[in-house]
Structures are given as structure tokens and as C-alpha cells.
């Protein structure tokens, strides 16, 4: 087999993910998966979740000869599977960190430029040095300039600033953040998807009005939008967020674009559930998470929706 696979990386071990994984590789992919974890917890999960797939060991400096079709093609990282099914904690960091460094390894040398990630906990792995693996990944890569990306096919969302609390929202928004993640949002429908996007910007404040002198719409986001219009984006706003998600409003656009996270995460999983992924767009591959957390309360169950996964996977099949 010598094309390129999608990389996926599990995450934290104590969570759904591999229930999904493996209610996904069910379907019928094109793509060869790579997925980078421990054996011995892939094999203890599967013989829990009733599961059974034929597992191929990969080495890592034979990929492209190894892989193969209809089987689970694994990069074994070692991990202590006793510490399987418990709370989720900082006892994974160590594991859940050599199975990313290991797939950007491979990223960097080009064996691939399709990855997946499973959900981590922020509290534990990331320990307030980044807002999330959005920021994780780009200070991994080097990159400056990037944007979070929810998208289905009918509306995508993206918030400026994303893991911020509200608190810090206002002080951090600024010009050239809107410019450069609305931008990187519009190239990435150019050259995916062919199209120039119809985008809507929300505004900050209720109504876009504020009672205070001064007004983050008016000083920061419409001079943006009129900057981005020079350029010849087909953008709107400030728009009010609780009106432009209506059926008759939302209909008109490709993305909505809020400035924080629940702005607009909260009703495009309202409309959508689990038919999202979530997409960072600016790194030097196409990076893809389901668009749910390690939800370790389900682990063992077999209840778990794969629906945000098998999307995941049929895009970069796709593209």
C-alpha cells in the first residue's frame, strides 16, 4: 500500500474513544488508518466492547509496506493498562504526550498530512499552558496564525477566541486576530470546497450595543469587516448572535463566525449534535477532532455516538 494514511491518535486512554474508533472502522474507508497507541489497551477495550478486529503491528520505518486493508494498523506506545478504566488524572500525560510527539514525528517527515486526535483532558494534560490542543498543536508546529474551524455541511462556526474565560474575552480580542482567523477561514473554503464563503460575523456585545463608552463592535469588529470587504470577502456584521442563528438568517451563510467559544459552539451543536468536526485550519496539515470530550462516565458502555468520528474520517477520505 503507498498512500499516505490517517494518522489518529487516541488521546486519553480513559475515555470513549476507541468504543468509537472501533464502531467507525466498520465502514467502508478508502484511506489506510494509522493509529498510534498502546496495544495492550487497544486489545484490552476491544475484548470489553465485544469488538473483534485483527490487529498488524507496524514498524515505524516500514509504514507504507505494512499497512493493510481491513485490518487495525497500530504504532505501539507502551502504557500501564492497569491504569486502565480509572479516573481520568495526570497519570496518562507521559503516555497520551510520546503517542503526539510520535505523530508529529511522522507529520513532519511527510508520511502523512491527515490527522486525527481524540479528546485529552485540559485540566490534567494540558495544565493551563495552553487554552486547548487547538494551541497545543500550533505551538508544536511553530505556527503563528491559526483559527478553530466547527463544521458541517450546511453551516460551519468558528470562535475567535476559543478554551478563554469570559472574563479575559474582551481584553484579548483585538484587529488583527479577527483579520487573520477570518481570512485563514476563507482561503480554507478556496481551496477545499472552491467556493468563496458567505460569512457572518456576530458582534461581542448584546445587540451589538454596549452601555459603556466603549464599544467593542463599533472599534474593533465592524472596522475589521470593512477591512476584509476591501479584500473582497463576502462578510457581514456585527451581526446579533441571537438572532443570526434563526433558520431564516442562518440559511444565508456558509460559517458564523462569534468571538468566544459558547457563542456559537452552543447552537451549532444544538442544530447538529454530533454531525460536526472540529478543524484547525493554519498548520502544516489538516488536523481533525471530534467534536466530543473523553466523556469517561460512558467508557465501557457500547452507548457511544461515533457519528462526529465517521465524519471526521469520510473528510479527509475525501480530501
Excluded: W
Excluded at 478553530?148 to 453551516?155: A, E, G, V
Excluded at 442562518?250 to 447552537?267: A, E, T
Amino acid at each position: 500500500m503507498n498512500y499516505k494514511p490517517i494518522i489518529i491518535v487516541p488521546g486519553e486512554p480513559n475515555s470513549i474513544f476507541l468504543e468509537i474508533y472501533f464502531k467507525t472502522i466498520k465502514k467502508k474507508i478508502k484511506t489506510p488508518i494509522l493509529i498510534i497507541c498502546s496495544y495492550d489497551l487497544l486489545v484490552l477495550q476491544m475484548k470489553k466492547l465485544n469488538f473483534d478486529f485483527k490487529i498488524n503491528l507496524i514498524d515505524k520505518n516500514k509504514i507504507f509496506s505494512q499497512l493493510k486493508k481491513n485490518q487495525i494498523n497500530i504504532l505501539n506506545v507502551n502504557y500501564n493498562v492497569k491504569k486502565a478504566f480509572e479516573r481520568i488524572s495526570s497519570k496518562s500525560n507521559i503516555y497520551i504526550d510520546n503517542c503526539f510527539k510520535l505523530a508529529l514525528e511522522l507529520l513532519n517527515e511527510n508520511i502523512s498530512n491527515k490527522f486525527i486526535n481524540g479528546p485529552i483532558s485540559k485540566k490534567h494534560f494540558l495544565k493551563k499552558k495552553y487554552l486547548g490542543i487547538t494551541e497545543y498543536l500550533a505551538k508544536k508546529t511553530n505556527t503563528k496564525k491559526f483559527a478553530m474551524l466547527i463544521y458541517n455541511q450546511n453551516l460551519s462556526v468558528s470562535p475567535i477566541t476559543t478554551h478563554l474565560p469570559i472574563k479575559l474575552v474582551a481584553k484579548r480580542l483585538n484587529k488583527k486576530m479577527i483579520i487573520n482567523k477570518i481570512k485563514l477561514i476563507n482561503d480554507f473554503y478556496k481551496q477545499i470546497f472552491k467556493i468563496k464563503p458567505q460569512i457572518a460575523v456576530t458582534g461581542l456585545n448584546p445587540h451589538c450595543e454596549s452601555i459603556h463608552s466603549y464599544n467593542e463592535d463599533t472599534n474593533i469588529i465592524k472596522p475589521s469587516i470593512n477591512y476584509l470587504k476591501n479584500f473582497g470577502l463576502k462578510i457581514e456584521g456585527p451581526l446579533s448572535a441571537d438572532t443570526v442563528f434563526l433558520s431564516k438568517n442562518r440559511k444565508c451563510f456558509d460559517v458564523i463566525i462569534g468571538m468566544y467559544h459558547d457563542q456559537v459552539l452552543s447552537p451549532i451543536k444544538t442544530l447538529y449534535e454530533y454531525d460536526a468536526i472540529n478543524i484547525t485550519l493554519g498548520l502544516p496539515f489538516i488536523r481533525i477532532s471530534p467534536d466530543h470530550g473523553p466523556n469517561e462516565k460512558m467508557m465501557g458502555k457500547n452507548l457511544s455516538n461515533p457519528l462526529s468520528l465517521i465524519k471526521a474520517i469520510k473528510f479527509l477520505d475525501k480530501n
